[in-house]
């Protein structure tokens, strides 16, 4: 079932304790355009149909990544995306943003979007996996 915007939005506010709605915006379009860019087929289309339609567009039209992106990598680009932000407040913006997004999306499904990322991206999602 998609969730809708009003609702995704501020459940990303309240976990990242952004003071606008415009702030948690940012880095939900920012985050969800990266993460787009390392998830293909099945897994990226129903993932997009459980995001809100708005937040769906920017998962299936992602910002160019020639490579996967270490987690690490990750943190760094969404940071070179968002003006004034740093590795740490990026790192904030993405651990709030997919720990929704995880939510959103459910276990079955989650684990599956993980399969598809190098490893480390589980911390970021607030799914720790056992090693």
Known sequence: MRMHWDEFLKAVQERGEYPSRDEAERATRVVLGLLGAHLV???RNELAGRLPETLAIVLLNPLQAHEPLSAER???ATAAWIEGASEQTATWDV??????VADTAGDDLTSRV????PPGYDLLFGRPQAS
């Open 41 to 43: 087929g099945e897994v």
């Open 74 to 76: 990750f943190i760094r």
């Open 95 to 100: 651990g709030a943003v997919l720990s929704v």
């Open 114 to 117: 993980l399969i598809q990322l």
